[in-house]
């Protein structure tokens, strides 16, 4: 009577496995994706360089949008703040060196810059070799 116990048992847990293989493969029928329209190039990879000028852009767009269409304005905090600009508008005292109330696009893009990953890095390696005897 225990052999038959332990044997529908473990043919029960047999049954149960088996059926989860099938599951497994339950997903080769969808269908592969269509392939690209005609024409479509795929686009470049992306690199340090080119994010770069990315950020740039949008740090140029930004500002000129802020001074109402003036990249070579200048931005007061009230204006960064209007244009929903809470990172300039934030540390406006920070970049605002001379303590003008005001700043130029130059000083957007030098208080940008210092915050880039690669720039943290740089400094950070900086001041381990600095500490070395």
Same mark, same amino acid.
């Given at each position: 009577?225990?052999?038959?116990?332990?044997?529908?048992?473990?043919?029960?847990?047999?049954?149960?496995?088996?059926?989860?293989?099938?599951?497994?493969?339950?997903?080769?029928?969808?269908?592969?994706?269509?392939?690209?329209?005609?024409?479509?190039? !795929?686009?470049?990879?992306?690199?340090?360089?080119?994010?770069?000028?990315? +950020?740039?852009?949008?740090?140029?767009?930004?500002?000129?949008?802020?001074?109402?269409?003036?990249?070579?304005?200048?931005?007061?905090? !009230?204006?960064?703040? +209007?244009?929903?600009?809470?990172? +300039?508008?934030?540390?406006?005292?920070?970049?605002?060196?001379?303590?003008?109330?005001?700043?130029?696009?130059?000083?957007?893009?030098?208080?940008?810059?210092?915050?880039?990953?690669?720039?943290?890095?740089?400094?950070?390696?900086?001041?381990?070799?600095?500490?070395?005897?």
């Amino acid at each position: 009577m225990k052999f038959l116990a332990y044997f529908a048992s473990s043919m029960a847990a047999t049954i149960v496995a088996m059926s989860c293989i099938g599951a497994a493969f339950a997903y080769d029928d969808l269908p592969s994706p269509p392939p690209p329209p005609e024409g479509w190039v !795929q686009p470049p990879k992306q690199s340090e360089n080119s994010v770069t000028q990315d +950020v740039e852009d949008q740090i140029i767009q930004r500002f000129t949008a802020a001074t109402g269409g003036d990249p070579n304005g200048i931005l007061s905090q !009230q204006q960064a703040k +209007v244009a929903g600009w809470g990172l +300039v508008s934030d540390h406006f005292s920070e970049i605002d060196r001379a303590g003008t109330g005001y700043v130029r696009l130059d000083d957007v893009r030098r208080f940008m810059s210092e915050r880039t990953p690669q720039h943290i890095m740089r400094m950070k390696n900086l001041s381990k070799l600095n500490q070395r005897p």
